[in-house]
């Protein structure tokens, strides 16, 4: 046989010799193929990847090899993972406490859920693109709004706990800080009330008192009534006990303090609303309508108030307004912004929240309407009559007559451990409250065969036989909660009442997803938000049911295959970080911050350093920064920039020298928000550690460290990841995050712990550890494995790999574009993984916002506009984006370079223009009469090619007020908000 | 308390007392609403559903309430299912024989498979509203001609054996029928040489010879060439062996006979490709490239064919064109539509195919490109030959030297009872071909830890120690295939060399989505299509693991998951249908039919009627009616219609009475393909049956009928459902279907059998059954789930609910337009679940197509064209339609209806109009230049409402070619392809 030519030609022989697997990750994650990395390495000038970021990170800080697991293929990761994590035990939970079984209809669990069109877009800071995703947010603020009956309310926090404690802030505030006492009942959810405590001992002056519902006079018991700002209680409260808070509200409303309501918005389609008995504010977990427990979340809060309190309601408030041709358009408000910029100090770091979970709740109340989601209440509430008619036959005392899920069962004595084992061996968690005592919380999963195994467990306890559930619901008393009744109408709104077949339910989604850009269509080159693929691979464990229905404060050991994943995710995270222990608690970036901050506060406080509370802050840092420093009562000291951008070193120096005896900490981006290694990162470390002061580190550019360089080889004490920054949880619309929080030795006892579960090895030092700063002892457990996922996807090479494509596709871009534009900022023609276009040049002719609404007709998500530096747009392209989406990007921003030019050149008409007018519609392209100055062509289709598959924005450019020019991912930069100390 | 206001008002305490769920399905499944269902029924003049049903279906056959559960809840129909799958085991299987482990990229899973934008998509008749699905399919055909070397490729066909099948009538009719001989060779799957045989079998004049590949020599043993109309090959083969066929294929071709070959495409990545050796036709199954083994399907079969043989190629073809912009745009080409028209006899009655799986495999390509592809095979082969020598190493022997994935492997004696256990032991699945030999077929999903199982496993039995798979593989010998090893380039187009990262496969995947209508999107009002909700729920369990891994030769003891739940769904369709024992064998509506077909012949055969080849078709039948007849060697007589569009009994009588000697049936659609329910079905069938013949009952049709009425209860023998329509499979843009058969006592004996695989209580009776009609013994396994899933979800209540429904919404609809148009035929003013609306009256100014494309701009998709009537649009809402989209339907037709008069009146262009210039692309809208007499704003948004979410097609109106505009739902009607005899 001849096989010379067939060997030497297309097909030779295979030379591989291994049985490794083939479908291996890196090269799917990253976007260039290897021929055009070369290319583009080549147009730099550098012959390597490591040619090139040896170069870009200073020498000082570049780091060893990561000691990591080398890249698996993504059928091994995900088979051990399922093996993992089906070492989680799914009981049957009746614990409650803000946790409940849910149904999530599969057409939403598919096509929203599951749905990259949904899950990958980013906050709506672009309305034009976001008009979707903003009208279903509208709908969860009008559920929230109908069902509280309260005048307004955002979209959305990240826990109950979390958004007490930001009721509180605004109690406070709205005091003028003059009041110091929050008064919170003890029949609140004890995690949530212990969130409020670690947020007043840190922000200083608030005192947490607690006052028990249950004695003779509640309103004497709160003797303090007129030094209280607030007054918190839960309705139903944690016991189940539903009580007419009328009088409370009213004592307290005349006492000048803000009535709190924490609720249950499933509870409330049968129960009178707390606007109806007077409550200010009224919030509380959504879960339970549509999100599954996933061992504590990621679920959306609701938060809701009074019209008099809206301007300085914390989160992001959706509004109708109208777009450039008076249609029509939604759009995120401004007037939390406003807030911050008007307001002496922030009361909160909000930025990303659970958009994402407040759509499911949303479309979940779309699917079901007013009539679907009462009967599912009633039905809740049959199961819970069920079982106290059950128990009461057998003898249990139950306490209150009416409630509406929650029984307080009290258990003959000497039987709580009998009573323990038998629903241990039916695989039942009951919330155990004391000695004597247990709750049972019924919830929309539970059918009636478990109503029947949860009575025979009962029954056995008590050496009963247990009726027959059936029975028992047909003769259950009937509810009556008398005033407390429900009278008022809600989901009135036609959304809520015609979406109710699938057939309905699924185009409304797709109607909805296809009004929007989101990475499914196109890069998002939003400049800090590291918007890079969210893998398919690492999205699928998400909804696995033992991932899902695992309650949060059910026993440890049936959870060892989450904290087996938490071990290792963690072991990650420290050889990425460089720190000695990692918290996974915080559920954003900002959280990560206050609780870095908080835990900062406690190593001080703990090492004689309580007076230290100056916070240094470089002017060009994110908005959350001060406003999280703020919440742990530090006194923010901003650092001057130099001409370059950089930290004036000189400023620093002279600032840490200056508060040196109350230096508590710098906090600092790194590589900067400018997009740039800083050289002299040691010195800077040094010169605060020397002075006194830790080091915090915002991580929100860790997607330009990994594998270069590291926290804790830099030097700092602190750091929180966004994993839905470099560790690839998608940003869901705006949220979810995680935010956890890696930490040195010295910090590691402080981290945080929790009141319900014992955090073990998670958690810090018995005694030392500060409490809870969320609802979840890990946070938003449920999309850990995403990140989990894509490290072990990606092993420790590759994730150096992922870093150095980051950075290299910034710079090609750069490169590309520093001809038409100055890129601002950068160490010897080198960025980092994002870079800074400047648009003030033609500010007396065009603005950024002008050429963001401009890359929208181009088929372009916009970067991220006049953020940290107005007037210009920071461009991150990350590793995932193709060379080819890459050059597209770049031929648009030149071509608009050269629409640009036609303005300032007086060609093109001032007023009149293709980018004054973008985005433009269908409608207004296609409309009959065309008096503009340019043609439809130029205006639709200013690049070849484009016609096929062409993005319509629904709606022009929004008319939006004052301020938004200036802002960018929610959180406004330092400068605009906070009063400097004199300089 | 006083709680009687609350009581009274808006929020009454529920009167429930039923724990019953909540989450039903029926009224999510079902559109209209309750007040609308009555509301409906008013406008109609019906007091109840009952009543309109009642009215409408002949007394004569309305049945009794069918024997079936009640309607469950979402979640316990899949948590049951869930348990009973998890019933099948899922060993490691190398049996091979055409079926193949494979890994499903996540990415594509997800975006593809489980995305309704896909899978709920019809055949892309309208190719205007489907360039996205053309574009996935024109991928496939071009990668199949690739790797195949050959001219020309359909997409797709239904299985590897029916394609083979398809081949040998082609091989026959090229031969005019002249040349009875079909030689194939044993070396060719062992299911593949049944179906031809059953094939061969019915349809009378073909021979199918087998021979044997081994002897001395081969062409010797092809003693009758001169008589062989076909020479069918693999290549590989059965067994694994790899031969040059240079010799044969010349040998066949020179002596007139089509030269056939089976193959692999992966194989054929690293062999030279058959249209290098003289193939005529290559045909296979592209399972391994991506679908799962589905325990036996669905997954596309590819049929490649050189240039002279195209125009008798059965299938469907994409083809190139240009659209009226003369813009390059995709279209189903028509030749295969020309070819029935054309021909004396149909060769093919192929209709609904594999099109969603021909697109996975197609995307699979398209992720992994030329060099990604060739990795796998190499890997395949390492894998393979690394069990090669590690075999040897132990002593055993292996035949032929160079193979690409199979081993035969002979087994020491006495050993094999050993190697059997040690094999169960691992949970392995070899294929046993003989006393003395297994086959190990290696494949994709195979790890290095399985290889070292396997090796394991054979050294156990005969007691020796396995070598390391990892060693073995360094120094595995180099495979050589010599003359035989490819040399040709493949995938050399662009779209296989671009989307090779995650984030660009996405992007690729939603744009070709977004550019075609799906049920995501709007109705799709197709008569005789049934595009009804399909529902996530019962889609899930399609890409369960324990649903995809199984291998169909797996022994059945490792199906019983499947097999339990084979039971009950047969157990449900015979209640449904009224027969007694049903074949889940048939995987399309098309198969049913030869199916039904051919155990009438068996049953005639065997009962004194073989001399019986009378069918009778009433002229209104689709045209895989009497293609299927002929496939079984019938002789079609046409029956006529009367003017009401019903079967004209007298005509009926008199030929059934004519052909009493020799008939051998009737086959009929009921109700009829006109939408209505004859009454004199019964009289019908009894003048069939008084003259000797049988009754094949076309089952498309029976969401008109379930509930209500049974084929069975009518007196019908056989009956075929397309699950794909009344029973929710969705049409995934062309397939996969399912097509079940029912049949009466008399006829269950001859149901399918299958060589390899003892149906059991699933086929015939043993020496009565018939041989296979698909490769697998239970067709699309896989989806199946789909409809048991749906028919546990709606209860026998719930599934005559929906044919009500389905009755209702098609009254409703042509109660509302006839008005406005003719509606073609009904009973006393009552259509069935569908009606025909005329468009002939306008025709000298207006067409059919005309109005289809014109409700693209509308943002429809157009009923069925000109089917079964030329010039009319037939329309079929389906239960699952809300109102609100019916009424929009409506509305967009009564406003055709105004442009149509403007045309008629002269008031409009008669050649330069909004319905024959549509349907209008955005670019063409928006062109500068606009010369045509009406604006802009009535060709795009014809009515109020459509400006924010205007679907805009791709491309305007396709340049089809002649034939074109009668011709809908691929098969053309009986009097334009059937000669029929002088009446
Ligand atoms: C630099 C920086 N710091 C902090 C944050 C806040 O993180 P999160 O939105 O997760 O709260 C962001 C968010 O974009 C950021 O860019
Ligand atoms: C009346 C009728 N019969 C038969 C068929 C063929 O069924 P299939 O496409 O599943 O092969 C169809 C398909 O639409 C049909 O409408
Ligand atoms: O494809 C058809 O529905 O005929």
Redesign the interface.
């Known amino acids: ?3 010379t ?3 030497s ?3 030779r ?2 030379s ?8 291996t990750f890196v ?5 260039p ?1 290897d021929h055009e990395t070369k290319e583009m390495l080549s147009l730099l000038g550098f012959s390597s990847l490591d040619d090139l970021t040896k170069k870009n990170v200073p020498k000082a800080i570049q780091r060893q090899p990561m000691q990591m697991e080398q890249e698996k293929s ?3 990761v995900l088979n051990e993972l399922y093996g993992v994590l089906s070492k989680n035990k799914i009981f049957k939970s009746y614990i409650g406490m803000g946790y409940y079984g849910t ?1 999530l ?3 939403i ?3 929203l859920l ?4 949904w899950y990958t877009s980013y906050t709506p800071y672009q309305a034009e693109i976001s ?1 979707g995703r903003l009208e279903s947010l509208l709908n969860f603020q009008t559920l929230v709004t109908d069902l509280t009956k309260m005048d307004i309310a955002n979209a959305s926090l990240l826990d109950e706990g979390t958004a007490a404690a930001e009721a509180m802030n605004m109690a406070y505030g709205n005091a003028k800080k003059k009041k110091p006492v929050f008064y919170v009942s003890s029949a609140v959810h004890p995690q949530t009330i212990a969130v409020l405590k670690t947020r007043a001992g840190f922000v200083g002056g608030i005192q947490v008192v607690t006052f028990d519902e249950n004695h003779n006079d509640v309103t004497k018991n709160l003797d303090r009534l007129s030094e209280a700002c607030g007054v918190m209680v839960q309705y139903p409260d944690t016991y189940g006990r539903v009580t007419d808070y009328s009088a409370m509200s009213a004592a307290a409303k005349s006492a000048g303090a803000i009535f709190i309501t924490a609720s249950d918005l499933l509870a409330l ?2 129960l009178k609303p707390p606007g109806e008995f007077g409550a200010d504010i009224v919030l509380g977990s959504a879960q339970r309508l549509g999100v599954p427990m996933g061992y504590g979340g990621p679920h959306a809060a609701f938060f809701a108030v009074k019209d008099n309190l809206k301007r300085i309601m914390p989160g992001r408030l959706i509004g109708v307004s109208v777009d450039s041709n008076g249609k029509r358009a939604y759009r995120m408000s401004l007037q939390t912004r406003e807030q911050h910029i008007r307001r002496e100090t922030a009361t909160s770091n909000i930025c990303t929240a659970q958009a994402l979970l407040a759509n499911i709740t949303a479309m979940y109340c779309v699917y079901h309407g007013p009539k ?1 989601i ?3 209440a ?2 809740v ?3 819970s009559r ?1 079982v106290g008619s059950g128990l009461q036959e057998m003898g249990y005392k139950v306490d209150h007559a009416d409630y509406f899920d929650t029984l307080l069962v009290h258990v003959p004595a000497g039987k709580m451990n009998q009573l323990k084992e038998e629903m241990k061996k039916r695989e039942i968690n009951l919330r155990y409250v004391s000695e004597d005592k247990v709750t049972v919380s019924l919830d ?2 539970v ?2 065969k478990d ?1 029947q195994e949860l009575l025979n467990g009962f029954a056995a306890a008590v050496g009963k036989k247990a009726g027959t ?2 029975d028992l ?4 008393p ?6 407390l ?5 809600y989901l009135t709104h036609p959304v809520f009442n ?1 979406h ?5 339910m ?2 409304y989604l ?2 909805l997803e ?2 929007d850009l989101s ?4 890069m998002i080159p939003l400049g800090s938000c590291t918007m890079k ?1 969210n ?3 690492e ?2 464990p998400v909804t696995w049911p033992q991932v899902g229905n695992l309650h949060p404060f059910a026993p440890l050991d049936q959870a060892e295959g989450y904290l087996s994943m938490f071990d290792s995710l963690s072991q990650s995270l420290k050889e990425i970080t460089g720190f000695s222990k990692v918290s996974l608690q915080p559920n954003s970036g900002a959280q990560g911050e206050f609780a870095g901050l908080s835990v900062i506060r406690a190593y001080l406080n703990d090492n004689g350093g309580s007076h230290r509370n100056i916070c240094l802050i470089p002017v060009s840092a994110h908005g959350t920064n001060p406003a999280s420093a703020a919440m742990v009562g530090m006194k923010i000291v901003p650092v001057k920039s130099d001409n370059d951008g950089n930290v004036d070193v000189n400023d620093l120096k002279e600032k840490a020298e200056k508060h040196a005896k109350d230096l508590a900490c710098l906090m600092i981006t790194y590589p900067s928000t400018h997009g740039v290694f800083e050289e002299p990162i040691k010195d800077i470390v040094k010169i605060v550690h020397d002075n006194g002061g830790l080091v915090y580190m915002d991580g929100a550019n860790m997607n330009s460290q990994v594998g270069l360089c590291s926290p804790g080889g830099i030097g700092a004490d602190v750091c929180h990841l966004n994993l839905h920054k470099t560790f690839c949880i998608p940003h869901g619309g705006g949220g979810p995050g995680m935010g956890p929080i890696g930490v040195n030795d010295k910090l590691a006892p402080y981290l945080p712990g929790h009141p319900v579960v014992d955090m073990q090895r998670f958690g810090g030092e018995n005694g030392r550890a500060i409490g809870p700063i969320s609802a979840s002892p890990f946070g938003s457990s449920s999309i850990l494995p995403i990140s989990h996922v894509y490290i072990q996807l990606m092993g420790g090479e590759g994730l150096k790999k992922a870093t150095q494509m980051a950075i290299l596709n910034a710079n090609y871009m750069a490169n590309r574009l520093k001809e038409h534009y100055s890129v601002l900022y950068h160490k010897e023609g080198l960025v980092a993984h994002e870079f800074i276009l400047d648009i003030r040049p033609f500010s007396a002719h065009v603005t950024a916002e002008d050429v963001a609404k401009r890359l929208i007709d181009y088929g372009f998500h916009a970067p991220t506009m006049s953020w940290p530096i107005a007037g210009t747009l920071m461009v991150e392209p990350t590793e ?3 060379k ?2 890459l050059d597209r990007f770049v031929d648009a921003m030149i071509s608009i370079r050269q629409e640009i030019r036609e303005v300032v050149e007086g060609r093109a008409d001032l007023k009149n223009n293709v980018l004054s007018n973008a985005p433009h ?3 207004v ?4 009469e065309w008096n503009r100055p340019y ?3 130029k205006a ?2 200013p690049l070849p090619g484009m ?4 993005y ?1 924005p ?2 022009g450019r929004l008319d939006n007020v004052y301020g938004d020019r200036n802002l960018v991912c929610t959180c406004p930069s330092v400068e605009e908000i906070y009063p400097f100390e004199h300089q």
């Open positions: 046989r001849s096989s030519i067939a060997r030609t297309f097909c022989a295979s591989t010799t291994s049985l490794a697997p083939l479908d090269r799917r994650h990253v976007g193929r993504e059928e091994q149904v209809p599969k057409v669990l598919r096509n599951e749905n990259p069109g008009q389609t049968l679907g009462k009967e599912i009633e039905r509430n049959l199961c069920t929309e999963s059918s009636e109503i559930a059936s619901a047909a003769r259950a009937a509810v009556d909660f008398g005033t009744s429900r009278t008022s109408p015609v109710h077949s699938e057939t309905e699924l185009r797709k109607k296809n009004k990475l499914a269509n196109c693929l893998a398919t691979t999205m699928i995932s984006e193709p080819a989406e519609t269908a409608a392209i296609n409309s009959d043609s439809r062509k639709a289709y016609e096929e598959t062409k319509w629904p709606v």
